[in-house]
């Protein structure tokens, strides 16, 4: 087998990008954080997608992909979405990821196709789902305050601890203020302040 052929067995995974102004010009961007796990650990083949263009194209994007990956980012999602009103206005937002993910997540789920969520991309997905958000999970009481300390290095701002208690089958992640509800999520880690980490969609036996 020649690597032309070997690469186009590789899993197509869909990516979508977000929003990032540099010197009053827009961007679009994906973290090498993100992008280089799926090609050297799971070897597939990213296709980073815009959203910015709207959802004209959103049904062929997704037919040429084997799966979707909804990373994180440093916005948030509008609290319109969730029926809510925007209760950390200093936080950017990005509307046209919004507006391209969450219909996104939906297509995926109807059409079956695998989904992974980490971080704003399970949060999105609980959106899609009905779900609503804490927004400032940090400040509620007993909680503990999983955001990033700005200061510290990132292998610091990342790293975990793995601690697996009983029927647990994710390690929890952490450096977010918010947090997902979804009766359609079923939790499958929790932080040590018992806070779902890590989810699994009900109406989706392939998303996570």
Not at 57 to 76: F, H, I, M, R
Not at 84 to 105: A, C, G, S, V, W
Not at 140 to 167: F, I, K, L, T, W
């Amino acid at each position: 087998m020649t690597s032309a052929t070997a690469s186009r067995n590789k899993p197509v995974v869909l990516m979508t990008m977000g929003a990032q102004e540099r010197k009053g010009h827009p961007y679009q961007v994906m973290t090498h954080k993100y992008i280089t796990p799926l090609v050297e650990l799971a070897g597939c083949v990213p296709l980073l997608v815009p959203t910015c263009c709207g959802i004209d194209d959103l049904e062929q994007y997704l037919a040429l992909a084997d799966g979707v990956y909804l990373t994180g980012a440093g916005s948030n999602i509008d609290p319109a979405h969730y029926g809510q009103e925007n209760l950390t206005p200093e936080k950017p937002q990005d509307r046209d990821r919004d507006n391209f993910d969450l219909p996104l997540i939906r297509a995926a789920l109807d059409g079956q196709v695998p989904l992974f969520g980490i971080c704003r991309g399970m949060q999105e997905i609980n959106v899609a789902l009905g779900g609503n958000i804490h927004q400032k999970l940090y400040a509620q009481p007993g909680v503990m305050d999983h955001r990033e300390n700005p200061d510290a290095s990132v292998a610091e701002q990342y790293g975990v601890q793995p601690r697996c208690g009983p029927g647990s089958q994710f390690v929890a992640g952490r450096g977010y203020g918010q947090q997902r509800d979804s009766r359609e999520l079923t939790c499958m880690a929790r932080a040590l302040t018992a806070w779902p980490k890590a989810c699994r969609c009900l109406a989706g036996p392939r998303t996570v």
